[in-house]
């Protein structure tokens, strides 16, 4: 099963999670905890720009003696209909444009916005941490991760990124900072309810780019934001180069003076951003508020819920998304959906017509991404079924989720905890006419 992401090198030195304001002075007068290094990563794949592909950043630095690398996938959108773009403006092959360009220590996504198509600039990326070789995410104690150059161009084509920040600790920026942080659903930071918007503000051009992480001058310091993560593998965002005029809900003569691309530049952590940017902590996801959303299933109609055992309900949007869909399997991506985290969640499916299995996973955050499986279709009918249960003795259930746990799974939960069964189909033919032959959703490579 594959867990992939946007990768960045790391030191081995860790600090203890802290909270609060104290997390945010710990977090500056802290040596950095993995050390993210583009700059001496090989890129061993750069197929993000097909169906189903990545980018893979070799060595990007170390963990428990390992070497990592770091994976970059598609969640959703039609970022492979960049490949003809770059074909018709004669923008160069995807080696020159995705990965990392020759002699740059950031790694680097190019976008292309074009005229009557407001979605074509947005990617909606995926990245996770694996060892050397290996698909299997690897979960992090701690790492820092940082965007650049949020500018504008003359043309009116703007920048912004997308993300929700339950999935992150920290961000910083500095005071005189040029991106403008909003809420996606136009409340108020801290975004509670909804993903948090970094959008830019002031034009830029290619020689204010920056060059290197820890020299940056003081333009590009207002472009830069720095992410803190605990305990994580994986994390999911939306980067969008885009023409405001052509949004639906802008009024007026839509259009913006020259469509063109750009590059959504990373790194693990900026020296002087840490040290000199504003550090905001996320607002936590507790029972009472809502988990952040996500960009919305490609074809919601593709997973049904056609059984609970037990009250508390499941938002399939967010718990099961497709990744890809043929006559014989369908692949999907398993979240918590849930506003809190949850002691067990076990899935019971059938990997092929003569082996069906249950795993569990264990402490699953609010809003995390714990598994990718592969279920084998039925031959009479086009579609698959499996089962996702969870268990609970923190809170996250209540009296009246009495479910019983499939003894396939072997579990050892203790007696009377509450449990929650939902029996989940899944098409594996989109109905969606607009998706079929081009699967939005992507994470399992071929």
């Not at 996702?388 to 799974?409: P, T």
Request: hydrophobic share 30%; glycine share 6%; net charge negative.
């Amino acid at each position: 099963m594959k867990f992939f992401t946007a990768a960045l090198a790391l030191s081995s030195t860790l600090f203890a999670p802290v909270s609060g304001q104290e997390k945010c002075e710990g977090y500056q007068a802290a040596d950095v905890v993995t050390m993210i290094d583009l700059f001496q990563s090989v890129v061993v794949t750069n197929t993000l720009h097909e169906k189903d592909g990545e980018i893979r950043y070799n060595n990007v630095g170390t963990y428990n003696n390992n070497v990592l690398d770091l994976v970059v996938t598609i969640t959703s959108g039609d970022y492979t209909d960049i490949e003809q773009v770059w074909i018709d403006k004669k923008k160069g092959t995807p080696d020159e444009l995705n990965g990392r360009q020759e002699g740059s220590k950031f790694g680097n996504i190019n976008l292309q916005t074009t005229e009557g198509n407001p979605k074509s600039g947005e990617g909606n990326f995926r990245f996770c941490f694996v060892n050397e070789g290996e698909n299997d995410a690897v979960t992090l104690d701690e790492f820092s991760w940082t965007i650049y150059d949020t500018d504008e161009r003359s043309s009116g084509i703007k920048e912004k990124m997308i993300m929700d920040l339950s999935q992150a600790e920290l961000y910083q920026l500095v005071d005189n900072s040029e991106i403008v942080v909003q809420c996606e659903d136009g409340s108020t930071p801290p975004c509670e309810n909804s993903r948090t918007v970094f959008e830019s503000t002031v034009a830029g051009k290619l020689s204010d780019n920056p060059s290197d992480p820890n020299d940056l001058t003081d333009l590009q310091k207002k472009r830069s934001v720095s992410f803190t993560f605990q305990d994580t593998s994986c994390w999911e965002f939306t980067y969008d180069h885009f023409c405001p005029k052509d949004q639906p809900e802008w009024e007026g003569t839509p259009g913006c003076g020259k469509y063109t691309g750009g590059n959504f530049l990373f790194s693990g952590s900026s020296k002087e951003i840490r040290v000199e940017g504003k550090c905001e902590t996320t607002p936590p996801v507790t029972s009472e508020t809502p988990a952040p959303t996500m960009a919305p299933p490609a074809c919601p109609e593709d997973v049904r819920l056609l059984k609970i055992n037990g009250v508390t309900d499941i938002d399939l949007g967010v718990a099961v998304r497709v990744v890809s869909q043929d006559t014989s399997t369908v692949t999907v991506r398993l979240t918590n959906s849930l506003p809190v985290s949850v002691d067990s969640i076990f899935y019971n499916y059938q990997e092929n017509p003569f082996n069906e299995k249950c795993y569990e996973k264990e402490n699953v955050g609010s809003g995390e991404t714990y598994e990718d499986i592969t279920i084998q279709c039925l031959k009479s009918k086009p579609y698959a079924d499996f089962e996702i249960c969870i268990a609970d003795n923190g809170g996250a259930l209540v009296d009246d989720d009495n479910a019983e746990i499939s003894k396939c799974c072997e579990h050892d939960l203790p007696p009377n905890t509450p449990a929650v069964c939902y029996k989940i189909l899944v098409e594996c033919q989109t109905s969606c006419a607009e998706t079929v032959g081009r699967r939005a959703l992507r994470g399992v490579a071929v």
